[in-house]
């Protein structure tokens, strides 16, 4: 069965890739690759072991963000861990990750006007691995942030506060880009990832915000985002109310 909405909603149409987005492909497929069409035959046809061998390269890329993710995760992991079973209370409540596809590291390249080339993106787009944190209250997302940043072998590049200074329609968040080693067979490599830490109300209102923009194709009408934004300042007293009546408990020993 479906709803009024759903069945006067128009149908979806699938996007066709404009020649800059094609343009864009193809240059990051090249750097990626190295392949410049040489290896097709007289037919236009590509031999199958080159295929893969491309697929290969293709994928090399990716891996590296992949095991990024799980090198932090893992010290995520422990840290939670560690709290569990020898301390009283857990600063960490949810971890979730993030690998961005290629459509949505394409659609970025352009938006920011990267050089479709494998170095550029690498250097200046450093949020395709992304780990969010959430966190009960908003101290503990500073205690979990000061943890992870004072381990030896993570830099970081750089800090977005905006828990203390909020975008202007309430997102709130601490966003850190840090640099995590991945040791691989050959090499080590350092590979930026982005770390989110908000707490559970918070991480509400943005799961809700990102859904109401995806559903109108981020033109939202005025009146949605006033509410939206109305419900940011709400989200922000919920923690602030929550982290008073901790210290009380606390207080009563």
């Known amino acids: 069965m479906t709803d009024a909405a759903t ?30 069409g040489t290896a097709a035959t007289a037919d236009g046809q590509v031999p199958l072991q080159v295929i893969k061998n491309l697929q290969k390269r293709v994928a090399q890329f990716h891996l590296s963000y992949k095991f990024a993710i799980d090198e932090l995760t893992t010290k995520i992991g422990i840290l939670q861990e560690e709290f569990e079973h020898t301390h009283d209370y857990s600063p960490i409540e949810h971890v979730r990750t993030r690998l ?48 992870l940043m004072a381990q030896a072998d993570l830099e970081v590049l750089e800090i977005k506060d905006y828990i203390a200074n909020p975008k202007a329609n309430g997102y709130q968040s601490l966003h850190l880009i840090v640099t995590v080693p991945v040791f691989l067979s050959d090499r080590t490599e350092l590979v930026p990832v982005e770390i989110q830490l908000r707490t559970i109300a918070m991480d509400f209102w943005a799961s809700l915000e990102h859904k109401i ?18 419900a940011a300042d709400a989200a922000r007293a919920l923690d602030a109310k929550m982290a008073t009546l901790r210290d009380q408990i606390r207080a009563l020993g």
């Open 7 to 36: 069945a006067n909603a128009p149908a979806t149409v699938p996007t066709v890739p404009t020649a800059s987005d094609l343009a864009v492909y193809r240059g990051l497929f090249q750097s990626m690759t190295g392949y410049d």
């Open 100 to 147: 961005k596809s290629m459509d949505s590291i394409i659609e970025k390249v352009q938006r920011t006007g990267t050089t479709p080339d494998v170095d550029a993106v690498r250097a200046r787009i450093r949020d395709i691995a992304g780990v969010r944190i959430t966190c009960a209250f908003v101290a503990d997302a500073y205690w979990v942030a000061d943890m």
């Open 213 to 230: 923009y995806y559903k109108y194709d981020r033109e939202v009408p005025a009146s949605l985002v006033a509410e939206l934004t109305e």
